[in-house]
């Protein structure tokens, strides 16, 4: 019973965002933006605006596979949208760069989330095998409150990933006018798109908060 009250909704809600995203997606990535800029171009111009000259952009493989590496200062853009002209193009690239702009001006969620890496990790690492502990050593409540401790980890790093992703969308679609990119009437387009990815980090953490709970209250009983 427990389990279809907590997490049968969270899974719906993953579903149901991923289906979002794949939608919207879908939708803007065949409407070409009148200016004809590329999302590479896209993101380079913002960052050069905001004086960033030592971050690569690099085109990968897959699809929405975009993302920015603080690390080693490189921004990821899937082919589709590094080579492409769409609103969703436009908007997954400069939303990209808005995580650079963040690293740049020392953005405090991102320091946060970059600082809980590591430990996030550990924690994902810890997780499958305390499950499997549990089949063969451990009691159940111990695995349970391990396993409830590492979700925990895993959902304070999801909810400090809420106001970095709000962020850098805000700070694209800012940015994505003021430079001229696209026009106003545009604007919807990447608003909807980034509006629809945004959803998979809310369902991400709510998922992260279900499963916390539902192995707290596990161990308890």
Avoid at 129 to 144: D, E, N, R
Wanted: aromatic share 10%; hydrophobic share 50%.
């Amino acid at each position: 019973m427990l389990f279809f009250l907590i997490l049968i909704p969270t899974i719906l809600l993953g579903l149901w965002a991923q289906a979002q995203v794949s939608g919207t997606y879908n939708k803007y990535v065949k409407i070409p933006s009148r200016g004809g800029i590329t999302g590479a171009e896209a993101a380079a111009y913002v960052m050069q605006k905001a004086g960033i000259n030592d971050v690569q952009i690099v085109a990968t493989q897959g699809r929405l596979t975009d993302h920015y590496d603080p690390t080693h200062k490189r921004l990821v853009l899937s082919e589709e949208n590094y080579r492409g002209t769409s609103l969703a193009a436009l908007g997954v690239a400069a939303h990209e760069a808005g995580h650079a702009i963040q690293h740049k001006v020392g953005y405090s969620m991102l320091q946060a989330r970059m600082a809980l890496v590591p430990v996030t990790n550990i924690a994902s690492q810890i997780l499958p095998i305390s499950l499997f502990a549990g089949i063969f050593f451990l009691p159940f409540q111990q695995v349970f409150m391990v396993v409830a401790i590492c979700y925990a980890v895993l959902t304070l790093f999801q909810l400090i990933t809420l106001p970095v992703e709000f962020d850098a969308s805000v700070r694209a679609k800012q940015e994505l006018v003021g430079l001229g990119i696209i026009g106003e009437d545009e604007l919807v387009g990447v608003r909807k798109t980034l509006d629809a990815a945004a959803w998979t980090y809310v369902a991400a953490f709510i998922s992260s908060l279900a499963w916390m709970v539902y192995y707290f209250l596990a161990a308890r009983r």
